[in-house]
């Protein structure tokens, strides 16, 4: 094919656009099977890969205007990570950390390092929720200094609050359905307890285990505690307070009688708060509570999510509390 051009211009004479305001504009481009005329929009395809009509940004009229969006926000979103990590570095302990749930496996045993971030009380890189599994348990962190500056002698050592995913085994509270004696007085205390201390020594180390003093009640009268003192404590199961922050089953006063209901464990741990679900340990499970309810029951929390006593003879769930220093 010849192209007659005598009465040709050359491009630089033909007049200039300062702009491409029309997606049918053509140019000439040569490829290997000659001249093709093609439009600016299938320029825009091939060069983009994709239409600026499906940019995820707010703006799809230039690709520039896009970028700047998204720097915009990229901006936006360190400062709030600046602000986060000026808190967590300049505002250690356990005010902060007892604040943020963010559930990481922290491996197969505490590192040196965890223990010192423990026991200084800057709870460095430990957050509630976050877990240990060792011996194929679960072992998660519910709250930070929870005992901190209580007891009649004075709780002083930093620690952390640790409780299982799930129940360790199931006991009875008592042989027979009574709670005589309360919850000291109980065989879950005395002795069906002895196998989650057992496997929480083995897991953390005895020395690790933190020993501090609790006001524990030993005794009820007409299905309410009675009586209570303070004990050393290490290993015990939850109250409702622990576990739902509020009494649902157990004995409050009626105005003329006054249940011993002292009690350092008042509030909710932190992991439940952040985490209600996690209080339900399975599906249809069980776990006993401490809070005596009547002559025959102890509280207890069910897997339906349900608060609830049960006969103190049933066989249920331990999931007990345990802390960490």
């Known amino acids: 094919m010849t192209i007659d051009v005598s009465n040709g211009r050359r491009f630089s004479d033909e007049p200039k656009l300062t702009k491409i305001t029309e997606d049918d504009a053509i140019v000439l481009i040569r490829t290997s099977t000659g001249v093709k005329a093609v439009t600016m929009t299938a320029l825009q395809d091939f060069f983009l890969q994709g239409k600026i009509t499906d940019l995820a940004t707010l703006d799809k009229e230039s690709v520039v205007a896009a970028i700047n969006e998204l720097v915009a926000a990229k901006n ?177 006063s009626d105005g003329s009688t006054v249940p011993n209901n002292y009690t350092v464990d008042k509030s909710q741990y932190p992991l439940f708060a952040l985490r209600p679900d996690l209080i339900i340990e399975a599906k249809g499970s069980r776990y006993w509570l401490r809070d005596v309810v009547s002559t025959a029951s102890f509280t207890r929390a069910n897997g339906a999510g349900l608060t609830e006593c049960g006969n103190a003879s049933d066989s249920c769930g331990v999931r007990p509390a345990f802390s960490i220093s």
């Open 76 to 252: 936006e979103d360190e400062t709030k990570i600046s602000g986060m990590q000026e808190i967590i570095a300049n505002y250690p302990g356990a005010g902060s950390h007892n604040s943020i749930y963010r559930g990481k496996n922290l491996g197969a045993s505490v590192t040196s390092a965890q223990w010192a971030a423990i026991s200084n009380g800057t709870f460095k890189d430990l957050y509630i929720g976050d877990y240990w599994v060792i011996n194929d348990v679960t072992w998660r962190i519910a709250a930070f200094d929870y005992y901190l500056r209580s007891g009649d002698i004075e709780c002083t050592k930093h620690h952390a609050v640790i409780i299982p995913d799930a129940n360790l085994y199931n006991a009875q509270m008592n042989t027979t359905g009574t709670t005589n004696g309360a919850y000291v007085g109980s065989a879950m205390y005395t002795a069906n307890l002895n196998q989650a201390k057992t496997s929480i020594n083995a897991a953390f180390g005895s020395s690790h285990v933190l020993d501090h003093r609790n006001h524990l009640q030993n005794a009820q009268a007409n299905g309410r505690p009675s009586g209570g003192t303070w004990y050393d404590s290490s290993v015990e199961l939850m109250t409702e307070q622990n576990v739902y922050g509020g009494k649902s089953f157990s004995s409050v």
